[in-house]
């Protein structure tokens, strides 16, 4: 490191401060991305049907609707975790052939556009489907139009998060605690459940966070595998689709509702992250 | 001397890579600059393909090619019910045939969110809707030029699987426990019609799912995942051997009239009037007709 390097410009060590006076071709657009991504936010608050708010939000379609959307989200959160911790292990502890292609297939609901999955889900489980047909046949079980099949449209979509943020948190975390534990005679379950699990459990819950606050907004896989009924499948943001159509001011309404519980996701989040770094 | 060698690979595997993320972020910022001036230009396109109507109806001094209202060009943009998605499909080519330089682009769905779209404001040129109703909400906001004209009916049939494994016969049928029936959501004329329809007939039917417009409902038996649904004639007819109708004297109870209208912000006022022509000639309602709609 002490030849003096080629090129006259020094590294820049992070160290060095970002000199006041930001340049103008950079102010502007960011600017412009700021106000793209809070405007719509602000437009929902200003035409926020406020005074008769409470009227809206006691109507007893919007509680069927948020009870729902809160059930079913946090069984496809625990769906997720027992599914997905696992895997996550898998991807990050262990070598096997194919195993990046795994990794590939796991993230691709991530990218996958929603109503695709819902189809998918539906040509996989639906009453006519490749295993639907055989567990309608064998066990009288049919997933589309029900509450489950809500659950299952919203793992599939949330699962992902969970997966991808647990694997990054186990990749990150010093492997030698789990090798000294199995040295000392604990069996590599042992060891997963009494040494690694404490160490990730912040990357676990906020990736069990991500992936609530993604089934509970989830809404073209919902709407095409669980189809809409009152009650039993019909979540929040079918809910706000549908009144958007016949009553706006009770779409604003269960809009407001969301983002309140979006925002409480995110503070959540922040001290999450506060607390594991 | 082995730093020499060193400092001598060092450059060699320093600047390089640099220089490639270099010229690679050059490459990007060149990506997003073209997407941003393509952006710009559909904008400025499309901005000015609606800008050109003007807000006066004055859709004969239309400003561009000066030329007699013989010579139709541009896109007539039509939001119809996703029950005419055939017939009206196949009137769009024969249009676009007769008016070489012009394009017929739809947007097919449920007539409520559709008047609710051009309520808010979406540039559309002709609306022809499944019910009065959802026609009546776009006249209230003053959306619509002239009166509404019904231009077909529709009425109702019970969709099934095909060879009917069910054996539905009736409406009555359908509110036989086991049975999994899929409607359209009460907001679309479908639905709308089908409450009617079990209302007169003094029935309560509890479906599966409420689906956003009539082909969704229509989907949902073709896939098999529900026993039957309750559709418009021509939906049954459109789906091939895929669903069998099953008609049933309620419907004739509920039979929807079809309106269609010219919108007031019309981008294309002339081309669209000219659509609706074709919509309500012989011509148009022979093709409706084959589809399986009643004359008005």
Redesign the interface.
């Known amino acids: 490191m002490e030849d003096t390097p080629r090129r006259p410009r020094t590294p820049r060590t992070p160290r060095t401060r970002l000199r006041a006076g930001v340049p103008l071709p950079l102010l502007l657009p960011a600017l412009g991305g700021l106000v793209f991504l809070v405007l719509p936010l602000v437009a929902l608050l200003v035409r926020a049907p406020w005074r008769s708010l409470p009227d809206q939000l006691t109507g007893v379609a919007v509680w069927q609707a948020l009870r729902l959307s809160l059930i079913t989200a946090t069984a496809a959160t625990a769906v997720a975790l027992v599914l997905g911790v696992p895997l996550a292990w898998l991807l990050a502890r262990t070598r096997f052939p194919g195993r990046r292609l795994v990794r590939a297939l796991v993230t691709l609901p991530l990218v996958l556009p929603p109503v695709v999955g819902g189809v998918a889900l539906l040509l996989a489980l639906g009453r006519n489907g490749i295993v639907g047909r055989w567990l309608d046949s064998a066990f009288g079980i049919t997933l589309p139009f029900t509450t489950a099949g809500v659950v299952v449209a919203e793992a599939f979509v949330a699962m992902p998060f969970l997966v991808i943020s647990v694997e990054g948190t186990l990749r990150a975390a010093d492997p030698r605690y789990e090798e000294a534990a199995t040295t000392l005679g604990a069996s590599r379950f042992t060891a997963f459940r009494r040494v690694t699990l404490p160490m990730v459990a912040p990357g676990v819950a906020a990736g069990a966070v991500l992936a609530w606050a993604r089934a509970l907004g989830e809404f073209g896989a919902t709407i095409t595998f669980a189809g809409n009924f009152p009650g039993r499948t019909q979540t929040m943001p079918l809910s706000v689709y549908l009144a958007l159509q016949s009553d706006p001011a009770a779409a604003i309404a269960l809009s407001l509702v969301l983002l309140a519980v979006s925002i409480a996701v995110l503070a959540g989040l922040r001290d999450r992250w506060m607390a594991a770094s | 001397m082995t ?1 020499p060698a060193r ?1 001598v690979s060092d ?1 060699q595997h320093g ?1 390089r890579p640099r220089l490639r993320s270099r010229l690679r972020s050059r490459q990007a910022l060149r990506a997003v600059g073209g997407f941003a001036l393509a952006a710009v230009a559909l904008t400025a396109c499309s901005s000015g393909d609606s800008g050109g109507s003007g807000d006066s109806d004055g859709s004969a001094t239309k400003s561009g090619s000066g030329s007699s209202s013989k010579k139709l060009s541009g896109t007539v943009t039509v939001f119809a019910a996703a029950s005419l998605k055939e017939s009206f499909t196949s009137l769009g080519k024969t249009f676009e045939k007769e008016h070489p330089g012009t394009k017929v682009s739809f947007n097919f769905g ?1 007539s ?2 559709l ?2 779209s051009i309520t808010s404001g979406a540039p559309a040129d002709v609306f022809a809707s499944a019910s009065p109703k959802t026609m009546k909400t776009v006249t209230d906001a003053k959306a619509a030029k002239g009166t509404p004209a019904t231009f077909v009916r529709n009425q109702l049939e019970i969709a099934t699987l095909p060879g009917n494994p069910k054996k539905i016969a009736t409406l009555k049928d359908l509110t036989g426990s086991g049975l ?1 029936v ?1 409607l359209c ?1 009460k ?1 679309v004329p479908c639905g709308a019609a089908a409450q009617k329809a079990l209302d007169g007939a003094g029935l309560k039917l509890t ?6 417009d009539v082909k969704g409902a229509l989907t ?1 038996v073709e ?4 026993d039957a649904s309750v559709v418009y004639k021509t939906d049954v007819n459109a789906a091939g051997g895929k669903v069998e109708g099953v008609e049933f004297p309620e419907s004739k109870q509920a039979i929807n009239d079809y309106p269609i209208a010219l919108l007031k912000n019309a981008p294309n006022a002339e081309a669209a009037t000219a659509f609706i022509d074709l919509v309500k000639s012989a011509q148009g309602q022979k093709v409706l007709g084959q589809a399986g709609f009643l004359k008005p």
């Open positions: 730093t400092s450059p600047p449920g409520d969110s008047a609710a999994k899929a959501a907001e479906p599966v799912s409420y689906e956003q949902k896939l098999k995942e529900v």
